[in-house]
């Protein structure tokens, strides 16, 4: 595997659709898929350009775009999922999106295709069928390791196995949904029986979404060496957690109603293509550290299958958007805090035989830095509940609290391209 | 609540589906949906009828059915997600079927919408989008406890949270899909190091799963005193566990690789209304047991929430076969070993605001009656492995071998009304 870059990369090509250049997240150089509507029910797929989404259907209705006339019928419907069904569907649209949009010849016809990105809704990308999280963030499961057993922080699985369970499909909503906090049982330190009532210890999860694009068939197993090209793209994943609920129920089986409730996910799929020129090597591993097992081992994901990817989370209290305070930034990191490449997760979920399908989710669990301020969470952030952080407003939290509003973006940027960014992830909680 | 028995319930009631009377497992008494085919590709909905298919596509075209036509329409559909979405569209269709099976008047209309059973194939019955495993047999938590952590069976939330996880929904097959035995990570007690290679301790799990019929909005809990209302019935299912690869990824967050290679279920929903004469009493909890927390504990479900269904599995090595020796008993047991009601994992798991949906699937978990001769599982048979069983031919087994078939059957069966069956599900593993 070598990462081909092409002309879509060109950090010279403009667009005339005018705000796409020097857009933050949305230059032409990105063109990620996602579904929107005008009427917040019934959606279809759409690319984000600059400040606008470019109506796929009505573009396939508009427009002979000869040779990616089929893949544009299948990005039109109401889901991403036939899109990414097709072997190098996405990125042949891509890259012919890419030429309409910045050849001025072709701006007549594809301008009234245009929508304002203010005036939109968008929805899930794809009609979720499984998902699944891990939990390749070392320094969270270390983190959190040592809160839920003190003497035993990192089980001695952690580094042979990309340690996941499947999570509910049915709960994710795109970004924007607000959260309702969810009542379970929880056992109070001194208490003999448990009691039921809201959850007193709500906190995000910074992660990442890896989308399934090609599946496979049950029983034929995906080899390491072509696991990258089964992954559609990324997102933002915020998996919302009950820790009060997770502590009292989570064993033997793992979490359940703690993570159940709801996960917010950011409405963009970012493509693997629109990334190629971000991506890395992944980190080596600590001195001492096993190798990954042969199933789990290939030389070229190594050299390339982590993406320099920064991520940011902020926070906005009810009080803070009253005053017209801006968002406070809990923390920030990057994607390469993963212990396990993408294609790892994807050659391990499948080695068993498992068929993954076309907009499966992966998780990448709670991805933070090691460093201070990069904890992915608040139960890191307060130190288990215990330390309250300060916000500049002199409120201060432990855990969430109704009407905070939690704020994920994320980019890549490197000199010599252009940046490239997934947008937002955000929801707020009511009670 | 009251169980309200109505003339489908009457034992006298005959078919002119001559088959159909004192039948085992279909009689017009039971009149279980299902999808089929006849191509194995392109299946819709039929019931069982004796040694017979109702195709209701074909019913739906040949008959005026009256105020169940849109019902019929639904249920001829690809899949009976449609079907159970209609409140109480199923209860009626099966009266109106009832009736259209008992009065030879009918006869001469619906006879040629019948299909041999032997001609046609089955498929999944739903489109199953969140599949979640529950863990109550009690007995087999504890006998599987005491292999995993001898010295803390049975932990301190059993008895007060109705324990479950998420399962993989992909990889659920109906009855009669080959098995075939998953490769992963396993850890010997002697090693230093896990290896990698196909299970060594594949076993099965003796289950029931219940399908979810109406669904709930997220973060609107479904209370306990309506819960029994949103199942629409249920089948058989083979939670198909590779224990080696179980015990060394399972911490902390559950079975994952372990689990998600396959599952099987039968491919009849047995509805909640062929059942209602089979409802009994939840058993009483032993004494010293917690109560139920209140949003668990509904008077009328205590007194009903119970099926007495009978389960029994079935070994069928290769052997046995070639030699044409009859499958081999393993074991058999009552579902009422549940020890919390279908109501309250239904409440459970939208207690924190989860959304359910027709065609989730909810597995009891396995069910091991507590006696000799209950075990749901071959690791409990075999005592985690150590105490082989030996089949009538001589052969032993610890755990499945390539070519063993393991075969499960279910039924309610009570003086005073015809036999219900759930028919079967089986699967042979496949190396």
């Avoid at 039109?76 to 890259?95: C, D, E, H, M, V």
């Amino acid at each position: 595997m070598t990462i081909e870059l092409d002309f879509t990369h060109d950090p010279k090509a403009t667009s005339w659709v005018e705000s796409a250049n020097g857009h933050p997240d949305f230059p032409v150089q990105n063109l990620p898929f996602g579904c929107f509507s005008k009427d917040g029910k019934n959606p279809w797929g759409c690319v984000a350009i600059g400040d606008f989404v470019l109506d796929l259907r009505k573009l396939a209705d508009t427009l002979d775009v000869g040779d990616t006339r089929k893949i544009l019928h299948y990005a039109a419907q109401s889901t991403l999922n036939g899109l990414f069904r097709i072997p190098g569907g996405a990125s042949k649209l891509r890259q012919r999106l890419f030429e309409l949009l910045t050849d001025e010849a072709h701006r007549a016809l594809v301008e009234p295709c245009l929508v304002p990105m203010a005036e939109v809704h968008m929805h899930l990308p794809f009609d979720i069928h499984d998902y699944t999280d891990f939990y390749t963030g070392i320094h969270h499961a270390t983190n959190i390791g040592k809160l839920f057993r003190p003497d035993n922080p990192l089980l001695p699985n952690y580094k042979y196995v990309p340690i996941g369970y499947h999570g509910r499909s049915s709960s994710i909503r795109v970004s924007g949904v607000p959260v309702k906090r969810p009542s379970g049982q929880t056992m109070a330190p001194d208490a003999d029986e448990p009691s039921f009532g809201p959850s007193k210890r709500l906190d995000y999860e910074l992660e990442m979404a890896i989308w399934v694009g090609q599946g496979n068939e049950l029983g034929e197993p995906i080899p390491i060496g072509e696991a990258s090209s089964h992954i559609a793209g990324i997102s933002i994943l915020n998996d919302w957690s009950a820790r009060d609920l997770q502590a009292w129920e989570y064993q033997p089986l793992g979490p359940f109603l703690a993570k159940n409730f709801h996960s917010t996910v950011s409405p963009w799929v970012v493509t693997m293509d629109a990334l190629a020129p971000f991506r890395v090597a992944q980190p080596p591993r600590p001195e001492g550290d096993p190798a990954p097992l042969p199933y789990l081992l290939d030389a070229d994901d190594q050299a390339h299958g982590a993406l320099d990817v920064q991520m940011e989370v902020y926070i906005s209290t009810a009080k803070m958007r009253e005053a017209g305070d801006a968002p406070h930034k809990l923390s920030s990191g990057p994607m390469t805090a993963m212990y396990w490449t993408m294609a790892q997760l994807v050659a391990h979920h499948a080695v068993g035989g498992c068929n993954l399908q076309p907009g499966d989710l992966l998780g990448t669990g709670t991805l933070t830095s090691g460093e201070e301020g990069g904890e992915g969470s608040l139960i890191e952030l307060s130190k288990g509940g215990k330390q309250p952080i300060t916000l500049p407003n002199g409120e201060t939290r432990t855990f969430l609290e109704d009407g905070d509003e939690v704020i994920m973006t994320a980019f890549a940027e490197k000199d010599g391209f252009a940046r490239i960014g997934l947008g937002e992830c955000r929801a707020v909680i009511v009670g």
